[in-house]
């Protein structure tokens, strides 16, 4: 994957630096193929877009592949809490931990930006093709990979802040970087358009290129799309073409998962990449490393944010394997990860840390690296995609609750569980959202999930959060830079 980095001293304070740098820069800046499997863009045999398509998987890991991730996505729900230590980053604690939202947060600027630096990256890609004429196979697919890294930006950006602005220019002027919001309703409709195109032309599976974006995926976000537009029938549908492709599988292990050998894996439909090779070629981000065990010597693995609540680790049911692929507990043996047992809480400021942040031993000795810079950010995993199926088909009445049934019994099947005794569509709802809770925890799927279920309120009241804390005001920078062209969001 081409690598895209900042000069050295270079400092980005705003969209505007942020566009002007990765534009006039990037040619520059591109480093790596995706995984290294090939040395130059003849080789691939594809579009000519190939070099500036890397570039925008690069832009993933960099911009919106770091811990602002998990800031958003799950220390806003009840599954997490911000960790580390008390003064430890105290601010975002009380921004995203406690529903303490300002438009001011450097958090929330950082992930605004960095979502719409991909996405002038990937508007690039499609307006060149566009321009050129290019109908080409390889041209075809170096769009849909554009389309579809563009759509999902656009999805997390709807999701956290809402209504903003739809931007398909190439930035040729700081001024086309800024537009009036769209509505929830267009952004949708572009999202899908994008998804369908992508769809319809992205291979199913790429060899010699894990990593790249497959028609799978697409697939994937798009019924991701119609569920949280509650469109239960088109939502089934797509996931059953996903399901029923054949290409993916739950893995069999819940510790290889979510480890180095577990990179895009059986299970994989599209993950963030990132590498640490043997003679020390490092891509990567501070996502994992900033939630490995704060600790000291063989314990300083990392920067211990994002740390499991009791209330998660009482969450799962007695024999479930995904607890102990979950939860690692100050004072308990790390269950066969070879580093024995983790000290006591206290020294350690943690009782609870997520495990599925931690390494074998063996990797680390390896790499030589303490902390966790090597395991892929899994955007959407296949138990997903099959929870989401048997939540669309028992709303939708698309599928027998039978078939229902089998595909929540095939995810608590590998954790070790017998099949639910759940009965009938309000039963069987409530099944479905304690598995996506204990499956996918630490994940950045809770606070969604709470949101559009229509469960926030009740589940995280007592926390702080209120109705509009549901979307997050847009980065006052943003505002700011625009000249009033974005409009803030109510309530704040």
């Known amino acids: 994957m081409k690598n895209i980095q900042l000069k050295k001293g270079l400092k980005i304070s705003s969209l505007l630096c942020l566009l002007v740098v990765s534009f006039a820069c990037q040619d520059d800046l591109l480093d790596k193929l995706p995984l290294g499997e090939v040395a130059n863009n003849e080789e691939l045999g594809v579009g000519g877009q190939e070099t500036a398509v890397f570039g925008i998987y690069s832009l993933l890991r960099t911009r919106v592949g770091g811990w602002e991730r998990y800031w958003f996505g799950s220390i806003r729900s009840d599954d997490a809490q911000k960790g580390s230590t008390p003064g430890d980053a105290a601010a975002f604690g009380n921004t995203f931990n406690d529903f303490q939202y300002i438009p001011t947060s450097g958090l929330s600027t950082t992930w605004w930006n960095g979502h719409y630096q991909v996405i002038f990256a990937c508007n690039e890609v499609i307006n060149n093709i566009s321009e050129s004429g290019d109908t080409d196979e390889g041209s075809l697919i170096n769009d849909a990979e554009a389309r579809v890294i563009r759509a999902l930006m656009y999805f997390e950006l709807r999701r956290d802040f809402g209504e903003v602005p739809l931007i398909t220019v190439t930035i040729d002027v700081p001024s086309d970087a800024f537009a009036a919001k769209s509505s929830i309703a267009a952004l949708d409709e572009f999202i899908k358009d994008d998804l369908i195109i992508a769809e319809q032309n992205l291979p199913f599976t790429w060899n010699g290129f894990p990593g790249r974006a497959t028609s799978g995926f697409a697939k994937s976000l798009l019924g991701k799309l119609y569920l949280y537009q ?263």
């Not at 501070?286 to 010597?297: A, L, M």
């Not at 966790?372 to 929870?387: C, H, M, T």
């Not at 995810?411 to 069987?428: D, E, F, K, M």
């Open 230 to 492: 509650n469109d239960w029938a088109n939502a089934y549908t797509k996931f059953k073409e996903v399901i029923d492709s054949g290409i993916y599988s739950l893995d069999p292990s819940l510790v290889n998962l979510f480890e180095r050998s577990g990179n895009n894996g059986v299970e994989s439909i599209f993950e963030i990449q990132q590498t640490v090779t043997e003679n020390g070629d490092s891509f990567n981000s501070n996502y994992f490393i900033s939630q490995g065990v704060r600790g000291t010597g063989v314990w300083n693995l990392g920067w211990g944010f994002n740390t499991p609540t009791a209330n998660l680790v009482n969450a799962f049911e007695a024999g479930d394997a995904r607890k102990t692929n979950t939860i690692l507990e100050s004072g308990q043996d790390d269950g066969g990860f070879g580093s024995g047992t983790l000290p006591d809480f206290p020294p350690l400021a943690q009782q609870y840390w997520n495990k599925k942040a931690y390494t074998m031993n063996t990797v680390r000795a390896g790499l030589a690296i303490n902390g966790n810079r090597w395991e892929n950010i899994k955007i959407i995993r296949y138990a997903d995609v099959v929870l989401m199926a048997a939540e669309a088909g028992n709303e939708s009445g698309a599928a027998s609750q039978s078939e229902v049934l089998d595909l929540i019994n095939s995810v608590r099947s590998r954790a070790g569980l017998a099949n639910t005794s759940a009965s009938g569509q309000s039963a069987i709802r409530d099944a479905i959202k304690q598995e996506r809770r204990v499956e996918l925890a630490m994940e950045e799927y809770r606070f969604y999930d709470l949101v559009r279920w229509g469960d926030a309120s009740s589940t995280l009241g007592t926390l702080g959060y209120l109705p509009k804390h549901e979307l997050f005001p847009i980065p006052q920078e943003a505002i700011d830079q625009s000249g009033g062209v974005i409009i803030q969001n109510p309530n704040y």
